[in-house]
């Protein structure tokens, strides 16, 4: 084989090795999409959660709440996972009567555990168990200083570009009068496209029995993107989504933006 054959012949092979290279970055970097999707995914995860609120008040002005989120999952045998998920929001509250002042501070934390099965049933990957309310509001604008406790569920399942799946809660405080009575319930939807690119919609639906009939339910519609990717050596999940609240409560949010930062673990 003359010099320009083998300059020729190697340079096939090498973009050929680059070809294979992408194309399995780019399978990693979906799967690892769907794991960032996934709330009870075998993996520690750290997202960033950021909510602005628009038009919260009787003055309709703005909120803003950041979720801290981290997802710690505990392996208990050969066949099953806990995975701890935990939010604790910190809140910057706009005034809620005339002359008073914006509170900021930390509001109610919420862990809640899964016992999830390592291997998905039947297609699908589930997991139960409970919900917790801490009071650890540091005023009462930012949350009621009441324990409390509840049932919590996942179950979702995959097929090529999709996962699919809902997340429901409900809790009840402690206190006699069951001043926290609120449910739950995020369903959500993902398509993925090379690259780690995805479409997505996470609803928050929430109930509070508590209030009068016709403040009682927080409907939310939309949806944004996101996109799985390495910042140096560490993989983030971000993301961009909007939501209008079709059904809201008298001084509820009009409408929210939510962003994202995830900073994920894989093993």
């Known amino acids: 084989m003359d010099q320009a054959a083998r300059i020729t012949s190697a340079s096939i092979m090498s973009l050929l090795g680059m070809f294979a290279l992408a194309r399995a970055e780019e399978s990693s970097s979906g799967d690892l999409a769907k794991a960032a999707q996934n709330p009870i995914a075998n993996m520690i995860s750290v997202p960033l959660q950021n909510n602005i609120n628009f038009g919260v008040g009787p003055y309709s002005r703005v909120q803003n709440v950041l979720n801290i989120q981290p997802v710690i999952p505990i392996s208990l045998g050969d066949d099953w996972n806990l995975i701890t998920r ?72 995959s097929s090529g570009p999709w996962l699919i799946g809902t997340l429901f809660g409900h809790m009840w405080s402690f206190d006699g009068d069951h001043t926290v009575s609120l449910t739950t319930l995020q369903p959500f939807v993902n398509y993925n496209f ?54 809201t409560p008298s001084g509820g949010a009009s409408w929210q933006i939510r962003t994202q930062i995830q900073f994920l673990f894989p093993k």
């Open 86 to 157: 935990w939010i604790l929001p910190v809140i910057s509250q706009p005034p809620l009567s005339i002359g008073g002042d914006r509170e900021w501070g930390l509001g109610n934390a919420n862990p809640s555990f899964f016992f999830s099965p390592k291997k998905p049933t039947a297609g699908i990957i589930w997991g139960i168990g409970p919900t917790v309310l801490l009071p650890t509001s540091t005023d009462r604008a930012l949350g009621k200083a009441v324990w409390g406790a509840g049932p919590t569920a996942v179950a979702l399942t």
């Open 194 to 247: 090379s690259g780690g690119w995805y479409l997505t919609t996470s609803p928050i639906i929430t109930a509070d029995w508590r209030a009068k009939s016709n403040d009682r339910w927080t409907l939310p519609i939309g949806g944004g993107f996101g996109r799985v990717f390495k910042i140096g050596e560490q993989p983030v999940n971000m993301q961009l989504a909007a939501y209008y609240n079709a059904i």
